[in-house]
């Protein structure tokens, strides 16, 4: 074999060399995407849900103290003092609404996000105990991943 013979296979054995690097390295990078992608995409998410939540946080120690005013909670947004459910936008808050279900003084946080799509409303629901009102949020439709911090879902 010729120099020349043994100098065209070496170089084209390392150009296949070079190539499964750059197709290994290009494996890593989409591997690494797919992790990260879904976790950047419900950071965003929880993001804007924050947003709304800060709204509604001062409207549940509200709801609150009616109850202990009262001996009852509010049966509707006009009765806690607050302005009309459609009346929080704009997005991510689509409405923030007082009802009696499911439970009375239940707070319905309706969110504007088309990522969530159906899955759209933050129900808090009042627990009496000793030292004051809790909430829960068996009753929201958001998947669980997405919930507050201060949400404890119950089974009742």
């Known amino acids: 074999m010729t120099t020349r013979h043994r100098r065209a296979r070496a170089e084209r054995r390392q150009g296949r060399r070079r190539l499964n690097n750059i197709l290994l390295v290009l494996a890593i990078v989409s591997i690494l995407m797919t992790l ?13 849900i924050a947003v709304a939540l800060a709204r509604s946080e001062p409207m549940l120690r509200e709801i609150a103290a009616y109850r202990a005013a009262h001996g009852r909670f509010p049966a509707d947004n006009r009765e806690a003092g607050f302005p009309p459910p459609e009346r929080y936008g704009p997005a991510p808050v689509a409405s ?32 009496e105990t000793v030292t004051g ?10 998947p669980a991943r997405l919930l ?7 089974s009742r």
């Open 36 to 48: 990260a992608v879904p976790a950047v995409y419900y950071a965003a998410i929880r993001a804007e």
């Open 96 to 127: 923030i609404r007082v009802a009696a279900e499911p439970t009375p003084g239940s707070l319905h946080v309706r969110f504007d996000i088309a990522a969530i799509g159906d899955a759209d409303c933050l129900v808090y629901s009042p627990i």
């Open 133 to 142: 009102v809790v909430w829960s949020c068996e009753h929201s439709t958001l």
């Open 148 to 154: 507050p911090a201060r949400c404890e879902r119950r």
